[in-house]
């Protein structure tokens, strides 16, 4: 399923998607944790917000990372950056099992903000400076970074670099 879905939206909108998905759904799980010794429902919210989070993780910044790396490196440096990008994963996932529960004992109910922080610096980032891949050859994804030199820097239209497949 994932893969029809990749090949058909594209892997930067599904990331996208994914990342702005996961935001809401962690200011939800905030709202929800705050608020659950108020509201006696609020925890199937919570529950739906747990759900929506994993299931947009698996929409999004799961899968498509694995898809972007792969198309950004031309075969030579492929196998060290697919590397790097497995190290800074699994480093990172072994970080926020081994610290959430301090997190949670520093933060509380608002322990999530954390996290909400992170998906709006990675929405960010991944709006102005991933490409989109899909369709497109390494070379003209390589020639699209090219162009992004101090020329383009300083031009009045800064666009993220999917317009550059209109050129």
């Known amino acids: 399923?994932?893969?029809?879905?990749?090949?058909?939206?594209?892997?930067?909108?599904l990331h996208l998607i994914g990342l702005a998905g996961m935001a809401v759904c962690a200011a939800?799980?905030?709202?929800?944790?705050?608020?659950?010794?108020?509201?006696?429902?609020?925890?199937?919210?919570?529950?739906?917000?747990?759900f929506g989070f994993v299931a947009l993780f698996e929409i999004?910044?799961?899968?498509?990372?694995?898809?972007?790396?792969?198309?950004?490196?031309?075969?030579?440096?492929?196998?060290?950056?697919?590397?790097?990008a497995g190290c800074s994963n699994w480093t990172s996932n072994f970080?926020?099992?081994?610290?959430f529960p301090y997190a949670e004992k520093l933060c509380?109910?608002?322990?999530?903000?954390i996290f909400l922080v992170f998906l709006v610096i990675f929405f960010?980032?991944?709006?102005?400076?991933?490409?989109?891949?899909?369709?497109?050859?390494?070379?003209?994804i390589s020639r699209g970074f090219e162009g992004r030199g101090a020329n383009t820097a300083s031009s009045p239209q800064k666009t993220p670099m999917v317009e550059l497949d209109k050129a």
């Open 28 to 50: 939800i799980m905030t709202v929800a944790l705050a608020l659950k010794d108020i509201v006696d429902w609020i925890r199937y919210i919570s529950i739906v917000a747990t």
């Open 124 to 140: 960010v980032f991944t709006f102005f400076k991933v490409p989109e891949t899909k369709g497109r050859t390494f070379e003209d």
């Open 60 to 84: 999004g910044p799961g899968p498509i990372p694995w898809f972007i790396v792969a198309e950004l490196f031309s075969q030579g440096p492929r196998p060290a950056a697919m590397a790097v």
């Open 108 to 113: 509380g109910s608002y322990v999530f903000l």
């Open 95 to 99: 970080l926020v099992g081994m610290l």
């Open 1 to 13: 399923f994932q893969l029809f879905l990749v090949e058909r939206a594209g892997r930067r909108t």
